[in-house]
């Protein structure tokens, strides 16, 4: 199984201003899939934005970007420009080549007014 | 995008008791599904894989028998907590692969309480 370790259990931020959430996995394969989730209190899982491991280039979703950086097994999400709904506890996770998900213990982020 | 429906979204039974928990794909067939469960924040625990017209595979720790999956139809896959106990209640999510997208798409989750 992969682990996936996310080490920043809460996070507050103001909003308007930019957080950043860090992920690190560790892995023996060379070619998978990161995904950053967002889990708001409803509970609906929701995908913020995937990273493929083969791609160099960052993935970015409008206010989301990722720092991918493979050699370090490091898979960090920014939020820029926070907006209260953005309050949500985040998942990092990972997909091995059997399509399973393996998630770190996730990072409750809060957007203060 | 995709849509998977899971139901219900709240269920309390009595100890001793079964529940099922129904996970449905609306839009494109499903020929695996995943059940995770999660506890009052913390992170999703993969439990099993379910596999259409074939028995689920289970994660190591998962008790295949108090926890019945069944994926009898390519749209449709249900989770069975049998014999329920207080300690089994939890959150218990569906998903399936999203087409196309190498992404997963999850139901809305099931909070069950058993008493």
């Known amino acids: 199984a992969q682990t996936v370790t996310q080490s920043q259990p809460e996070m507050s931020v103001q909003e308007a201003e930019t957080v950043t959430l860090s992920c690190t996995y560790d892995t023996s394969e060379n070619n998978y899939y990161l995904f950053w989730y967002k889990q708001p209190p409803s509970r609906q899982m929701i995908l913020v934005i995937r990273?493929?491991?083969?791609?160099?280039q960052n993935a970015t979703e409008n206010r989301f970007s990722v720092n991918f950086q493979k050699a370090a097994k490091s898979f960090s999400l920014k939020i820029s420009d926070s907006q209260l709904g953005d309050t949500a506890m985040y998942f990092c996770?990972?997909?091995?080549?059997?399509?399973?998900?393996?998630f770190g213990a996730g990072t409750t982020v809060t957007v203060r007014a | 995008g995709a849509v998977v429906s899971q139901h219900p979204s709240r269920v309390i039974c009595k100890s001793g008791t079964s529940v099922k928990i129904e996970c449905r794909s609306l839009d494109f067939q499903a020929t695996t599904m995943f059940w995770y469960r999660q506890f009052p924040k913390q992170s999703l625990m993969l439990m099993a894989t379910s596999n259409e017209g074939s028995k689920a595979t289970y994660e190591q720790g998962v008790e295949k028998d108090k926890f019945l999956i069944n994926h009898a139809s390519l749209t449709l896959s249900t989770l069975t907590v049998t014999s329920a106990h207080p300690e089994d209640s939890s959150f218990y999510i569906c998903?399936?692969?999203?087409?196309?997208?190498?992404?997963?798409?999850f139901g809305s989750g099931t909070r069950l309480t058993v008493v």
């Open positions: 990273q493929e491991a083969y791609k160099q």
């Open positions: 998903s399936k692969i999203t087409p196309g997208s190498m992404g997963y798409t």
């Open positions: 996770a990972f997909m091995s080549n059997d399509y399973k998900l393996s």
